[in-house]
Nanobody
Framework: QVQLVESGGGLVQAGESLGLSCAASGSVARLGAMGWYRQAPGKQRELVAQMTSAGIRKYGDSVKGRVTISVNNVEKTGYLLMNGLKPEDTAVYYC???????????????WGQGTQVTVSS
C-alpha cells in the first residue's frame, strides 16, 4: 500500500530550526511533486513548500527565505528545513505528494498523517 510517512516536528523555541522528512513507502513507480502544507487552528491549509519532479521549488509567502525543500528522487523522500521559526509557524504540517503506484498508469495525490510543529515565544 502506497503511503507517505512523516517524521520530525515537535516543540522548539522561536528562532530555532527544525527539520521534517516525508518518505513515500510501498510500491511506487514514480514520484511527482512533493511538498508540505500546514494548517493552524481556525485557519485554512496553506502551502509551505513544494518541489516538482523537474526540480522547481515554490514557497509560501509567509515562509520565504526561512525554509528550504529538497527531494531525493531515488529514495523518494523529501526534506523540509525550517530556520528562524516564529510562533505563527505553529501548525500541523502535512506532507503531500503525487505518486504513481506500480502497475498504475495514472498518478494520484497522497497526504501524510500530519506532524505537529509548535514554536514557543
Amino acid at each position: 500500500q502506497v503511503q507517505l510517512v512523516e517524521s520530525g516536528g515537535g516543540l522548539v523555541q522561536a528562532g530555532e530550526s527544525l527539520g521534517l522528512s516525508c518518505a513515500a513507502s510501498g510500491s511506487v513507480a514514480r514520484l511527482g511533486a512533493m511538498g508540505w502544507y500546514r494548517q493552524a487552528p481556525g485557519k485554512q491549509r496553506e502551502l509551505v513548500a513544494q518541489m516538482t519532479s523537474a526540480g522547481i521549488r515554490k514557497y509560501g509567502d509567509s515562509v520565504k527565505g526561512r525554509v528550504t525543500i529538497s527531494v531525493n528522487n531515488v529514495e523518494k523522500t523529501g526534506y523540509l528545513l525550517m530556520n528562524g521559526l516564529k510562533p505563527e509557524d505553529t501548525a500541523v504540517y502535512y506532507c503531500h505528494a503525487v505518486l504513481t503506484p506500480l502497475g498504475s498508469e495514472f498518478p494520484n495525490p497522497y497526504w501524510g498523517q500530519g506532524t505537529q510543529v509548535t514554536v514557543s515565544s
